[in-house]
């Protein structure tokens, strides 16, 4: 347990997160006793290079013992130039997932949470997710925790879903009336589908760009219903929550639009990652009062008008409730770098489908590696 967070004690807490969209690393601070959410504080934000983001995007998928040296510096060194001088009392550090297979070889996310803590001179909870996994669970996706404290924080007061749309699409479902998240009826969560990285792959490989901006490659094209029938075929989209995604594990969806022109291409895959929202909405046991996105997607008109235009709830940016979407990710691991140093779960059954709720995390002090 971590002295400067005694139960009940609220703290200042640094979280990153280092998303598979690869863009770079987002650092934010938070106020929090690791139950409610009292103050959010500075944030910052490291771009990865074009020549960092090749080093990483070659790592993908690959497994310790591996030589990972040169993604691994990438990784180190972003991060602790992010952090560096931000303060707090701790630090929660997700690393870079580079593999994902929850009940085969497991989880796998970059960084040295022990050479962290040495280099800001501050402690710091790491490798979140292996408990989770060795339990039976998903391991994914870990902010719903985080989730549920935003909600009781804007003063929620019917169900509201938490849209994340990163390089992986991540859906919250939130019942703020139940006061702990890993109470019975308080929490559903699970990974819709790809989002924005076939996108971006997509972007990368024909036009040499990152992502699509402002959605206007997209907005040009015009969806191919056949392709988007066959993506909907998948039997991921039956299987019940909890469940998780690695970052490709659709990575032929842009097979699926391999002859299209490419403003079509785009505009199919927009809609592909759309759909498959409205399918893990099904999922939910009533539907959301309001559906509130976070990550990079929510920048994407195209992908928000098509949220709109299936769903009978409000659909809008984090930003409508005085959250930030850029953030939420880094903001959520500082939040549970807290809980874990106070002993608190950080997944549930019904998040990741874990046996039992578990407090998942590594927590290194300064000077004792």
Not at 200 to 211: T, W
Not at 223 to 229: F, M, N, Q, R
């Amino acid at each position: 347990m971590l002295k400067a967070v005694g139960d009940g004690a609220r703290v200042w807490a640094l979280g990153a997160m280092s998303g598979t969209s690869l863009d770079g690393v987002d650092a934010a601070l938070v106020e929090t006793d690791g139950q409610d959410i009292f103050a959010f504080g500075e944030t910052r934000y490291r771009a990865y290079s074009a020549a960092e983001q090749k080093v990483l995007a070659a790592a993908l998928g690959r497994w310790p013992g591996d030589d990972l040296a040169d993604a691994e510096a990438v990784v180190m060194g972003a991060h602790i130039e992010a952090l560096s001088g931000m303060g707090g009392a701790l630090v929660g550090f997700h690393g870079q997932t580079l593999a994902h297979e929850p009940g085969g070889r497991g989880t796998h996310q970059l960084g040295d949470g022990a050479a962290l803590a040495e280099a800001l001179g501050l402690p710091v909870v790491w490798d979140f997710r292996s408990a989770d996994v060795r339990l039976g669970g998903q391991g994914a996706p870990l902010a719903p925790f985080f989730h549920h404290a935003c909600a009781r924080h804007i003063g929620a007061d019917a169900p509201v879903a938490f849209l994340n749309l990163g390089g992986v699409g991540n859906l919250t479902w939130v019942d703020p009336s139940v006061r702990r998240p890993e109470e019975p009826g308080a929490l559903i969560a699970f990974d819709t589908g790809p989002a924005n990285a076939p996108i971006n792959d997509l972007m990368m490989a024909r036009r040499g760009l990152p992502y699509d901006e402002g959605g206007r490659l997209a907005r040009s094209g015009t969806v191919a219903d056949g392709a988007l029938e066959l993506f909907l075929e998948e039997a991921y989209f039956l299987k019940m929550p909890p469940k998780s995604l690695d970052r490709d594990a659709f990575a032929d969806m842009i097979d699926l639009v391999e002859e299209l022109p490419d403003a079509d291409a785009a505009a199919t895959l927009t809609a592909m990652s759309a759909a498959a929202v409205l399918r893990g909405i099904e999922h939910c046991p009533a539907q959301p009062a309001r559906l509130l996105v976070t990550g990079g997607g929510r920048h994407n008109p195209v992908m928000m008008d098509m949220l709109r235009a299936a769903l009978d709830c409000e659909v809008a940016p984090v930003e409508d409730v005085g959250l930030d979407g850029d953030m939420l990710e880094a903001q959520a691991f500082g939040y549970l770098a807290v809980r874990v140093a106070r002993g608190l779960p950080t997944s549930c059954a019904s998040t990741t489908g874990v046996r039992a709720a578990v407090s998942g995390g590594t927590l290194s002090r300064p000077g004792e590696g």
